[in-house]
RNA sequence: GCCCCCGUGGCGAAAUGGUAGACGCUGCGGACUUAAAAUCCGCCGCCGCAAGGCAUGUGGGUUCGAUUCCCACCGGGGGCACCA
């Protein structure tokens, strides 16, 4: 880029270029005129079904298609952009003005999601309120993209944290506070399972057509305000959870599972995350687990993505299992889940996780006669847990992974009893149990489990081996006794009778049965005798939903005296967030896991404790003082493109249909949705889980008519960089490397070039605005959609742009004339070898277009271009075509080129061309003959040539003959225009 | 450890069972020019004077024919990770 900055500028001066050339200062202008003038007409504008919202020439949408098209929205930072961050946008815009060309009623917007924690740092760093300095950053980055020639519908933009937006995501959050899910409900789309509004469970409470959970022979009426409280609360999709959470005392906030990484550290900060029982938001998505996995079927999004998220999801299928147990307090019930009900006579102890309820009421005393190893040292068992309770709360799930494979646990004390067999088994609890999955207690196999057998091991259980390896399997048991357990279905169940069972009495064997087989028994055996049940998991945690942060919508709850809760009527919404003395989150030591949360809304009295009538007088209350997650916002931001403006509704239904519903648009296949959104990878598991979930919760309320927000989605790859390092291991500026003799050169020392990211700490940024000053906006565009597959990622190189800007120059040269300006097109009739080209060119760009391929349709325009360029002149009806094919990446000079050719209106909504039949195909093909797969000849043939004269033809090549030596071909394959292909014979 | 994706010239890449390297960058040669830039024309996978041979990470397989399909391995990237 150094260099030619240099050429374009100095060159400019010492010699006078063509006054009517295409350069960057051309580039320049024709983009400022072209912005304007779009800006002017509203030729973005999308219309709607009614309302306000009308295109450019004031219509509204009649019977036109509609066609949504988005970017994943940015979060405006103060950075800027790069030219890394562009590439999805720049690809929806082709795809917007393609489809706009093609008559559709196209719908592209760009929003903000500007709650979050950068913006909240950046205004305690400066002392600005996070308002301000948000708002500038989003009038930044407007500025960036309309320099770029986005063709957005301006009046469609917004930003979550505007208070007309804000209203909406805590509307949202009401609607899914006050319902519940009834996994038996059956849907209208043929499903079972709904969210329902609460008032419909307190109605089955009140009628008693629904019992009470822990309050079977009470009356609803009957039940303190708390009571019922508590109950719901059971029942809410959005409620308060007192389950152990992700801590972190570094950030001062706690965090969603997706929010924590594998080694148990923040995603954003790195710092350590402990786990700590605390009252918290949760949202009640693993209600959802089935559909989110079901539903994804329809979808047109990659595989990966989808794997991804049921990877995430993780269902698995199994039964949970009643085992009573002898306990302190008298008999107690302990509910265990297992994938492998198979293996009940196999178990030879339980391990429940140090969360658990059961480890409240273990005895006083060790029993007599066990080992010592099962005390850990401790004179009691109560003390034992205290301690061992203690250890592994203050673990972070760093060290639980570090120590993975290492098991620790210590004996409760506690004997629980085998449903089927009455065997008495010990009762440990261990960390390797998590209290978050299933019940938080296993029935542990250790002839089954490599966990449940390291366990065993190491504190001398018994191990009982329940299946066997298949016959003929090369593999025999006696191989894995006393070194590993047999954990594979595919065997044959062993040493699993019983001629009285310790529940029903009646005999059962599960003996000889395939592992499939034994579990369909076994759990039908559970059902009957009431101890157990099949079942189904997820790895899915519910989704922890409340930020100790100020940067975030506050939640629309405030609790009475007696600390119960209640939602903020919607006609008081928004609920604004208010001024405090501190923003900064109160942050701890790191490793500190006894710190606990203080949410900086508590720092102003004066808005925590208010008097409020919620409709039965005014009362005084205190205000719920967390917020919601950044997701929050971007979970429906989608739906209010439709009418950011619309005070009386999130989204208005008929507009909904149109552009989202079901049936909308061919492209949004029965799923319905946004018909194309175009983002990063990584907010696979997210966003886009979270998004899924909300909307379905809509769905399911009646808000919305489609069960999915997004039907296809498109992960565009990353724009990567290379960077450059001295001896010392400092990044030098990568704009000044030279490359010499396979090395790199800066200032006369040899550097090295590292491969990855474009950040400003690696010196190697490069911004939009460099490519806008050296070659201009369309030269910018065709380049990052020329460069490659939009899927993949790979390197930015500058020095390849100058390939876009000559294509540009010529095709501008074919049209005008540099010296004087004059239009230099003919009105001749093109001759056939053109007319051919043209019509192949139209065919394959339209189909290139269609299947999101720029890179292959730019190419076969320059083709096209080139092709013209060697004509003594350029036809009018070829250069048009070839100018509206190039207009949804280069618009301006787009524009520009068809105005000179004397158009009155913009290109944006002309027709796409078409192509003429007549002129597709080729006059004559290239036939390729082959002898056992190697060419050894080439014939030019009529593309309908007969078969068989093509394989009369081709034998009677010399090279062939040579190569039969005489005897006729064993075989000759013939796929006539293209291919002989010739098996000598032998 | 389990799962997924990707390996093609000096570089970005085309071709998804049928002429490997379209298009672009770089490089080389030529025209124009006093000269240079810009522009235009041509060449450009490797070995070989040539005929020809070898080439899509490596090895095998299927096929008349494999970059494309199958198996194993090597290398790179990503996801998950004590999930019972």
């Known amino acids: 880029m150094h260099s030619n900055e240099n050429s374009t500028a100095s ?541 975030g919508e506050p939640f629309p709850v405030v609790y009475d005296e007696e600390g119960l809760p209640h939602l903020i009527p919607d006609d008081q919404l928004p609920v604004n967030l208010p001024e405090v003395p501190d923003y900064s989150p109160k942050t701890y030591d790191p490793n500190n896991a006894d710190s606990n949360p203080e949410a900086p809304l508590s720092r102003n009295d004066d808005w925590v404790e208010v008097t409020l009538d919620l409709g039965d007088g005014p009362r005084k209350y205190h205000r719920d003082t967390n917020t919601m997650p950044n997701w929050a916002g971007s979970c429906w931001y989608y739906m209010r493109y439709i009418d950011p403006a619309d005070q009386q509704h999130m989204v208005e239904s008929n507009e909904f249909d149109y552009w989202l519903g079901p049936q909308h648009n061919d492209t949004a296949g029965t799923s319905g949705g946004v018909d194309l959104y175009v983002g990063g990878v990584e907010h696979a598991v997210l966003h886009l889980l979270y998004s899924r979930f909300w909307h379905k919760v809509l769905y399911d309320l009646g808000f919305v008519s489609s069960k999915e927000p997004f039907h296809k989605l498109f992960n565009q790859g990353m724009i990567q960089a290379y960077a450059y390092t001295d001896e010392r291991g400092q990044y030098v500026p990568a704009a000044e490397v030279e490359e010499k003799d396979g090395g790199f050169i800066y200032e006369g020392e040899k550097v090295n070039r590292e491969f990855g990211k474009m950040g400003k700490s690696l010196k190697n940024i490069i911004t939009p605005d460099d490519m806008y000053d050296t070659y201009g906006a369309d030269t910018f565009r065709l380049y990052e959609m020329s460069m490659g597959p939009l899927a993949e990622s790979r390197p930015w190189n500058t020095r390849n742009v100058i390939g876009g800007m000559r294509f540009l120059q010529r095709l501008w040269r074919n049209v005008i004339d540099e010296g004087s300006g004059e239009l230099v097109v003919s009105d001749d009739v093109p001759d056939e070898k053109t007319l051919k080209l043209l019509n192949n060119t139209i065919h394959d760009v339209t189909e290139e277009m269609e299947a999101m391929r720029p890179n292959t349709a730019i190419s076969k325009l320059i083709v096209l271009n080139n092709h013209l360029t060697s004509l003594p002149s350029v036809p009018r009806s070829v250069v048009e075509p070839l100018i509206l094919m190039l207009a949804p990446v280069a618009p301006h000079i787009s524009e520009e080129l068809w105005a000179k050719l004397g158009h009155e209106d913009s290109l944006a909504h002309a027709d796409w061309p078409r192509y003429d039949e007549q002129y597709l195909g080729q006059d004559t093909v290239t036939a390729v003959v082959q002898v056992k797969g190697k060419i050894r000849g080439k014939l030019e043939v009529s593309p309908d040539i007969d078969p068989k004269e093509l394989e009369t033809l081709a034998l009677a090549l010399p090279a062939v003959q040579e190569r039969l030596g005489g005897k006729p071909p064993r075989k000759v394959i013939v796929k006539a225009p293209r291919i002989v292909s010739v098996v000598p014979g032998v």
């Open 11 to 551: 060159h400019a001066e010492a010699i006078e270029e063509p006054q009517f050339r295409y350069n960057a200062d051309m580039a320049q202008l024709i983009e400022e005129k072209w912005q304007k003038t779009w800006e002017g007409q509203g030729t973005f504008w999308a219309a709607n079904v009614g309302g306000d919202l009308v295109d450019g020439a004031g219509k509204h949408a009649d019977k036109r298609d509609p066609y949504f098209v988005i970017d994943m929205f940015p979060y405006p930072s103060g950075k800027g952009l790069h030219v890394g961050h562009p590439l999805g946008y720049i690809a929806t815009d082709v795809v917007s003005r393609y489809h706009r060309m093609k008559g559709e009623n196209v719908l592209h917007a760009m929003g903000y999601d500007a709650f979050g924690l950068p913006a909240e740092q950046y205004a305690v760093q400066t002392g600005q309120h996070p308002r301000i300095t948000t708002e500038q950053n989003i009038a930044n980055m407007r500025r960036q993209l309309h320099r770029m020639g986005l063709s957005f519908d301006d009046r469609r933009s917004f930003a979550t944290i505007d208070p007309g937006y804000v209203r909406w995501t805590q509307w949202i959050f009401s609607r899914i506070y006050d319902s519940w899910y009834d996994p038996e409900f059956k849907r209208e789309d043929g499903g079972v399972g709904s969210a329902r509004p609460i008032s419909e469970l307190i109605e089955a409470f009140s009628t008693g057509s629904k019992q009470i959970p822990g309050h079977d022979h009470e009356s609803w009426e009957a039940l303190s305000a708390a009571e019922q409280s508590e109950v719901l609360n059971d029942f809410r999709l959005a409620y308060i959870s007192k389950s152990p959470v992700n801590w972190c005392p570094g950030l001062g906030t706690v965090l969603a599972n997706e929010e924590v990484t594998a080694e148990g550290r923040s995603e954003r900060g790195n710092f350590p995350v402990f786990q700590r029982e605390l009252k918290q938001w949760s949202m009640r998505i693993t209600a959802y687990g089935h559909r989110l996995i079901n539903d994804l079927d329809e979808l047109d999004w990659p595989e990966k993505v989808k794997l991804m998220q049921r990877n995430w999801i993780g269902e698995s299928h199994g039964a949970s299992v009643h085992f009573s147990v002898e306990t302190a307090d008298g008999e107690k019930d302990m509910e265990v889940y297992t994938t492998r009900p198979d293996t009940l006579f196999g178990t030879t102890f339980a391990v429940v996780s140090p969360e658990h309820r059961l480890l409240d009421a273990i005895p006083e005393q060790w029993p007599a006669d066990i080992p010592e190893s099962w005390k850990g040292g401790y004179a009691n068992p109560r003390e034992a847990v205290k301690e061992y309770r203690r250890a592994s709360e203050s673990k972070t799930a760093k060290d639980r992974v570090d120590e993975a494979g290492e098991k620790t646990g210590l004996f409760t004390g506690l004997y629980a009893t085998n449903p089927i067999t009455g065997a008495k088994l010990p009762v440990f609890t261990a960390d390797y149990v998590l209290m978050g999955y299933g019940t938080g207690a296993i029935m542990a196999v250790p002839g089954g489990d490599q966990r449940d057998y390291d366990f065993a091991v190491k504190y001398g259980l018994p191990v009982i081996y329940t299946v066997k390896p298949l016959e003929g399997a090369e593999e025999k048991l006696e191989s894995y006794e006393g070194t590993a357990p047999f954990v594979s279905h595919d065997g044959i169940v062993i040493n699993s009778s019983v001629e009285h069972t310790k529940v029903l009495g009646d005999a059962l064997s599960l003996d000889g049965l395939r592992v499939d087989a034994a579990i369909a028994k076994v759990t039908q055996w559970l059902e009957e005798a009431k101890v157990g049940t099949g079942k189904t998991s997820y790895r899915l945690r519910d989704w922890l939903f409340s930020r100790q942060r100020y940067w």
